[in-house]
T-cell receptor, first 119, second 112 residues
Framework: NAGVTQTPKFQVLKTGQSMTLQCAQDMNHEYMSWYRQDPGMGLRLIHYSVGAGITDQGEVPNGYNVSRSTTEDFPLRLLSAAPSQTSVYFC??????????????????FGPGTRLTVT | SQKIEQNSEALNIQEGKTATLTCNYTNYSPAYLQWYRQDPGRGPVFLLLIRENEKEKRKERLKVTFDTTLKQSLFHITASQPADSATYLCALFGYNTDKLIFGTGTRLQVFP
């Protein structure tokens, strides 16, 4: 089990460039999410997905797009990078709560992160 | 607005003592609360989950309490060790939502 993998580990972009951060998991989790982490701000939810074909916005979705065509992959796209998007990005996938069956997020597994700098 | 607060100041304690970290929340009705550990340059690692109807949960040297009246969770590490030094994050998951929201984290430093 590789768990949650993210590529690339580091990336430098110029303002206005686009790129895709890749995220994949091999644990067959339905729930996946993207966070960004900035000093003093903690982890902030960008987008999440409760299953293939279903995505929704988190706390800070502006400037980011996601899609979920398979259970395994959940890429995050920056359409036109801005310096304000300089951050560390984490992808996560989650087990479900088997006890209740209602809750989608139980134990959340995080990837190693992508450190993005936009100049 | 919803807010999750953790002490932004680092907590420094001596090895062998009990570390206690606090997570307070407002305007929130969480179904459950989670605690994570994060080491520098790495992603958070899940530690414990406690449901709204549970008062206390334990795992080895870790203990979490959850007081929905006070809107507070306490995270305890007993017999702390230098290897426990890390940032600890709390996160809340509410009813009728699919979002797990995190606090800003508290850095714990355990000195020999």
């Amino acid at each position: 089990n590789a768990g949650v993998t993210q590529t690339p580990k580091f990336q430098v972009l110029k303002t206005g460039q686009s790129m895709t951060l890749q995220c994949a998991q091999d644990m067959n989790h339905e729930y996946m999410s993207w966070y960004r982490q900035d000093p003093g701000m903690g982890l902030r939810l960008i987008h999440y997905s409760v299953g293939a074909g279903i995505t929704d916005q988190g706390e800070v979705p502006n400037g980011y797009n996601v899609s979920r065509s398979t259970t395994e992959d959940f890429p995050l796209r920056l359409l036109s990078a801005a310096p304000s998007q300089t951050s560390v990005y984490f992808c996560a996938s989650s087990t479900e709560d088997g006890a209740t069956g209602r809750l989608r997020i139980y134990e959340q597994y995080f990837g190693p992160g992508t450190r993005l700098t936009v100049t | 607005s919803q807010k999750i607060e953790q002490n932004s100041e680092a907590l420094n304690i001596q090895e062998g003592k009990t570390a206690t970290l606090t997570c307070n929340y407002t305007n929130y009705s969480p179904a459950y609360l989670q605690w994570y550990r994060q080491d520098p340059g790495r992603g958070p690692v899940f530690l414990l989950l406690i449901r709204e109807n549970e008062k206390e949960k334990r795992k080895e040297r870790l203990k979490v309490t959850f007081d929905t009246t006070l809107k507070q969770s306490l995270f305890h590490i007993t017999a702390s060790q230098p290897a426990d030094s890390a940032t600890y994050l709390c996160a809340l998951f509410g009813y009728n939502t699919d979002k797990l929201i995190f606090g800003t984290g508290t850095r714990l430093q355990v000195f020999p």
